[in-house]
């Protein structure tokens, strides 16, 4: 099982960027592929991007590709999403979670066994 610390959330101002990190500890990180997931009020949690375990594969969702990089590093245990350009729809908690490989590369939030406890992005002027 992991557990996650999510750090890097804060306000910016629209066009700005901001890196989220996560790091892992608990298990063999490098045995699960991790996926950065937002929740904005009243709507529900999507997938933002995800890597697989090696980092050989990512997905990003339509709003956010080309904008946002995910990259993992498994000597830190760590995953961390490059934000530029933000947008104002971009504001949301995000969350980072993780499945375990063999199940397959997937990027869709209730696929995703063990979740960090989230960091609030704003983007506001």
């Known amino acids: 099982q992991l557990q996650f610390v999510e750090s890097g959330g804060g306000l910016v101002q629209p066009g700005g960027s901001l890196r989220l990190s996560c790091a892992a500890s608990?298990?063999?990180?490098?045995?699960?592929?991790i996926g950065w997931f937002r929740q904005a009020p009243g709507k529900e949690r999507e997938g933002v991007s995800c890597?697989?375990?090696?980092?050989?594969?990512?997905k990003y969702s339509d709003s956010v590709k080309g904008r946002f990089t995910i990259v993992r590093d498994n000597a830190r245990n760590t995953v961390y999403l490059q934000m530029n350009s933000l947008k104002p729809e971009d504001a949301a908690v995000y969350y980072c979670?993780?499945?375990?490989?063999?199940?397959?590369?997937?990027?869709?939030?209730?696929?995703?066994?063990?979740w960090g406890q989230g960091t609030q992005v704003t983007v506001s002027s």
């Open positions: 608990g298990s063999t990180f490098d045995s699960y592929a």
């Open positions: 979670a993780a499945r375990r490989a063999l199940l397959g590369f997937v990027c869709v939030p209730d696929r995703y066994d063990y």
């Open positions: 890597i697989s375990s090696s980092g050989g594969l990512t």
